[in-house]
């Protein structure tokens, strides 16, 4: 594991015209905000020799920019390392509040084929904060006809005759590797309360999540989860109901989840990564979704 790459990355980020000033940021240089002081501590107590034992978690890096526009539009840039980092691209996401959500899957896809084809190999943070710098005004322009998704999702319905028409409940059953990332996890319990999506995540290997709620809404939690870095991530299932219009009850009534929540089933295994799957049985069949396990898992629950 590359331990000293994921260092020297930290220190010449910090290095490079970073300051820890307010968030409105009007100075042109970029705010740095390292979420996790104790992990870049272990981090370098570990490369330096001074603990022989791995590292626990891995650190976090907030980059906060302005870019050069007329609006002045804030992104932020967020840099997870993985473990064998700089030979793996760390996990990096950036968020503006005026994207919508194709042109913001764009620009991460845009993003990481930039990354994977000039970076991989090296550190690349600083890359991927000048690509940001350099390329994201042009999404922003093509966004400008265009309206974000956020808060729209409910009220959609009403803009059109058509598009009452064409709304539908839908319920996602995704499929991934694994789910250890702290950051991850975060994200897909926030962006799920933020598109009022309900169902569950369950972290581990294998990783399991379920998100069900409008339709627009699951296909926004999906384009923003799928440009995320994994091993491996697909839908192993999906369900799709049309709806009356004026149908924000019989959404509701179509859910077989209160909330969205983590779940985890007595996890076991050298690294606790393993979860009882015939608890997670138990959990889908209590909600109606048992048959679900068997596209999963190939097996039949008990």
């Given at each position: 594991?590359?331990?000293?790459?994921?260092?020297?990355?930290?220190?010449?980020?910090?290095?490079?015209?970073?300051?820890?000033?307010?968030?409105?940021?009007?100075?042109?240089?970029?705010?740095?905000?390292?979420?996790?002081?104790?992990?870049?501590?272990?981090?370098?107590?570990?490369?330096?020799?001074?603990?022989?034992s791995l590292p626990r978690s891995r650190p976090q890096i907030l980059i906060k920019h302005k870019l050069d526009t007329a609006k002045g539009v804030n992104v932020t840039i967020s840099c997870t390392y993985t473990p064998d980092y700089p030979h793996v691209l760390p996990d990096v996401?950036?968020?503006?509040?005026?994207?919508?959500?194709?042109?913001?899957?764009?620009?991460?896809?845009?993003?990481?084929?930039?990354?994977?084809?000039?970076?991989?190999?090296?550190?690349?943070?600083?890359?991927?904060?000048?690509?940001?710098?350099?390329?994201a005004h042009m999404y922003l322009m093509d966004d400008s006809t265009s309206s974000p998704t956020t808060c729209l999702i409910r009220n959609q319905s009403v803009s059109s005759p058509q598009s009452k028409a064409k709304e539908q409940f839908s319920r996602l059953w995704i499929y991934c590797h694994h789910i250890y990332n702290k950051t991850k996890r975060k994200n897909i319990l926030e962006w799920s309360k933020e598109l009022?999506?309900?169902?569950?995540?369950?972290?581990?290997?294998?990783?399991?999540?379920?998100v069900e709620g409008s339709r627009l809404a699951c296909e926004d939690f999906w384009a923003r989860v799928k440009v995320l870095t994994w091993k491996k991530i697909l839908i192993r299932h999906r369900e799709d109901v049309n709806m009356k219009e004026g149908c924000l009850d019989e959404l509701d009534s179509l859910r077989r989840f209160t909330g969205f929540e983590?779940?985890?089933?007595?996890p076991h295994g050298n690294r606790r990564n393993h979860m009882d799957l015939g608890q997670l049985y138990q959990y889908l069949n209590q909600r109606g979704c048992g048959e679900v396990f068997q596209l999963y898992f190939g097996i039949e629950g008990r």
């Open positions: 594991m590359s331990m000293k790459g994921t260092c020297s990355s930290s220190v010449t980020v910090q290095a490079v015209r970073c300051t820890s000033g307010p968030a409105d940021n009007t100075s042109g240089e970029d705010e740095l905000e390292i979420t996790d002081q104790l992990a870049v501590a272990e981090l370098r107590e570990y490369v330096e020799g001074s603990v022989m996401t950036v968020r503006c509040p005026l994207l919508g959500r194709s042109l913001q899957a764009k620009l991460h896809s845009d993003m990481n084929i930039f990354l994977s084809e000039n970076c991989l190999g090296e550190v690349c943070v600083l890359s991927a904060v000048e690509w940001v710098k350099d390329n009022d999506l309900s169902g569950f995540s369950m972290p581990g290997k294998p990783g399991v999540i379920c983590e779940v985890v089933f007595d």
